[in-house]
Every structure is written in structure tokens, then in C-alpha cells.
């Protein structure tokens, strides 16, 4: 194999030669309040103070590790905690959660420069991964600077762990340098030590996504809006892709044609297929409300597009019915969780590698109605709406896998505990040096 220095040292120099299409395409990811110069490493320098800093890509990954955010506020309000993303969709997700209680910035481009820059004026004490977003030079800079990094909810698709394993030199330094891994499940842990994680830094902690906690104030949202939409039958289908779309407003026509009162909400994954699903709409002659022009739907509209940022909650609390999209098209799928834990009846595609074992588990207790197509879906919204007391039972189960299921994020905090602690002058986790001065 070869030596990991050199594979880092190779994978430096393909960076440097795509710059010009990397800075591009990163370039246009802004947010308000962030200037561009934060893709360089050009952070404010941070003041002398204990600082946990969380790495989240995107929407999702910040929507599964808020509960463990929201929980190191709680345990340890002296020390600073900056979460960064990689997306602005991200970072205002960020915003929208906590409101000034965490910092954040965009994380730097994985130039050697940048992330030293980053880590020399963040000067952080500990860093927690989200997921599994892991970058060469970043982690060799942490190690430089005895960082500890950990990997909360770590997981491995099949298609990332070949990705991985196809540059077997650039992954075995990297994950030599990984302090601990809280892998999400049994076959994701198996898979981090077959790309060269000590096996003795990885744990089976469950999906942090179980511990997602639902508060009144959504609870008491969700009654508000589906009192504004009446006594008809409704459903969402959220997190949507290109493709999706058009088999969603098939399926809903079908619907409509035996329950004609029938509502959806169409919520696109990404903001900028706003406009374009609601040209779609309108080109098939469907009557639609926007929620971001504040329409509330008539008893003729049809179709309610969800084209606001961090709704969704709210949609599939006020919701009969959630079908959760990425899963028709080869995307992996999104959180199934999120209505499960509402107790809406949760449908979904079959295309779900992103998150196999949540929505295994979730089969195995009858609790996910999965369809192969729009044509399937269809068939599944009239049997379903037809079926009041199949409805109940199908919400009331996934509802019970999720409650069944909680523990991860106690099992993380624990683990963070103990770094947070080795940070402020105790004896480090076993294990831990290695990891952030080994190369």
C-alpha cells in the first residue's frame, strides 16, 4: 500500500490542479453574514476559551446532530461551541435551530493553507464529525495541533465505503487519525475498521437520528396549520428530487380522483428547485398555494408547495400521511424518522442505502408502507386513506420504533464527556493520543 504521507502529499496536488473548478463551484455557496474569505480559512480569531467544534455538511447532517448540539449547550454552558457546514442551506438550518447559541462558519476548502489557517485562529480543544465527511488535510492539521477528532453517528453507505477503499493510502491515514468512531450501526462499524480504524476506537452507539426530540411548540405549529387547511385529507411528500416530482403529482391526481378535498404538500429538498417545481405545477393545470408567500390553501387548491427553509417538521406533524422522498430516485434516502417520531404513517421507495438499517428496522415492525413507484404510491394514498384504523396503526408503530430506540445520543454525550474533561486537565481517553499525534 502506499505510504499515506504520499497519497496525502498526491491528493494535495489534484486539489491545487482543480482549483479553479472547486473554488467555482464552492464559491457560490454564501449565507448572510458569511463572507467568501471563510473558504480560505479567513476566520475571525477566536478568544482564549474551552471550544468544541462540530463539523456538519449539510441540512441533514445538522438535523442529526442537533440533539447532541442541543445537549452540550446544556452540559457544558462555559464552553464555546462553532459548528460549521459545508452548504448555505446548511448554515441557515444551523441559524434557524439555535439562534446565536452556537457560532458558525463555513468550513475551509481542503487546502493545506486554509485548514491551517482555520485551526490556528479557531484554536478548538476537540472536534465532533457528523456522519462521515472526512477530509485529508484537515485531519492531518487537527493531528499536527493534537486536536482529538471523534465521529459522532459515524456511518458508511456501500457505495462510500468502495469509494474509500479505492484509495485504501489517503483512508488508512486518515481514519489513523480519528479518535474515536461512534459507528451508527453494527455493519458501519465493521466497515470503518476494514479501512484501517483501530478496532479498539470503535463503538456501536445507534443512530443519533432515534433521540430526535419533538417539542410542544411544534406539536402546537402543526395543530395551527392543519386547522388553517381544514377537515380534508392530507398528506406531504418531503425532501424531494428531480423525478420524484412528477410521479408525486400523478400519484396525488389518482388520489384526488377518489378523494377530490385531498391536499399535498410538495416540499423539494433544495431551495433552489423551488421555482422549478412550481413552473411543474402549473404546467400540468394543478391550483397552487406557495407557503412562502404566505397562501393558505382553499378547499380547491391542490397542491400547497412547501418552498421555506426548516417547515418540515411542522408539514408532516399537520400531515395524515408522509411519504419521504430521495427514496424513487438513486439518491439513498432522507430521515424517516422525522415523521415516525410524530406518529404520521411513514411511505418511502425503496432506494434507502443512506440510512438501510433505520429503515430495515422500521420494516421489521411494520412500521413503513414501502412503494416502487409513483404508480405504487398512488395505489398506497387511496388504500391508506380509505383505511382510517390502518393509518393509526401504521403512525403508532413507527412512533414505537423511535421511542424503542433512543440511547445513541446518551452513549455520544458520555464518550464526548470524557475528551471534554481530558481537555480541561484530565487524563486523556486511551487511545486518543495516538490519534492526534500519529501520521
Partial sequence: MLDPRLARRLYSGVLYLAAPLIGWRVWRESAPGHPRRERLGCIPRQAAAPRLWIHTASVGEVVTAAPLIRGLIQRYPATAIVVTTMTATGAERVDSLFRGEVSHYFLPLDFPG???????????????????????????????????VLLANGRLSEG?????????????????????????????AERFRALGCPSERVVVTGALKFDLQVDERLRADSERLRSRWGERPVWVAGSTHPGEDEAVLAAH?????????????????????????????????????????????????????????????????????????????????????????????????????????????????????????????GDALIALFDDPDERRRLGAAGQAVVDDNRGALARTLAEVGTYIEAASGGTPPSGSEAAASGR
Fill in 160 to 188: 462510500a465505503f468502495h469509494t474509500y477503499r479505492r484509495f485504501a493510502a489517503l483512508s488508512h491515514g486518515m481514519l489513523q487519525q480519528v479518535a474515536w468512531v461512534g459507528a451508527k450501526s453494527s455493519l458501519d
Fill in 253 to 377: 391526481a389518482r388520489l384526488r380522483r377518489s378523494h377530490p378535498q385531498a391536499l399535498l404538500v410538495l416540499v423539494p429538498r433544495h431551495p433552489q428547485r423551488f421555482e422549478a417545481v412550481a413552473e411543474l405545477c402549473r404546467s400540468q393545470g394543478v391550483s397552487l398555494a406557495r407557503r412562502s408567500r404566505g397562501e393558505t390553501p382553499t378547499a380547491d387548491t391542490a397542491v400547497l408547495l412547501g418552498d421555506t427553509m426548516g417547515e418540515l417538521m411542522r408539514f408532516y406533524g399537520a400531515a395524515d400521511l408522509a411519504f419521504v422522498g430521495g427514496s424513487l430516485v438513486p439518491v439513498g434516502g432522507h430521515n424517516l424518522l422525522e415523521p415516525a417520531a410524530l406518529g404520521t404513517p411513514v411511505l418511502s421507495g425503496p432506494q434507502l442505502d443512506n440510512l438501510r438499517e433505520i429503515a430495515d428496522t422500521l420494516a421489521a415492525a411494520n412500521a413503513r408502507c414501502e412503494i416502487s413507484d409513483g404508480d405504487a404510491l
Fill in 114 to 148: 486554509a485548514t491551517r489557517r482555520f485551526l490556528d485562529r479557531l484554536a478548538p480543544t476537540l472536534a465532533i464529525v457528523a456522519e462521515t465527511e472526512l477530509w485529508p488535510n484537515l485531519l492531518e492539521a487537527c493531528a499536527q495541533r493534537s486536536v482529538p
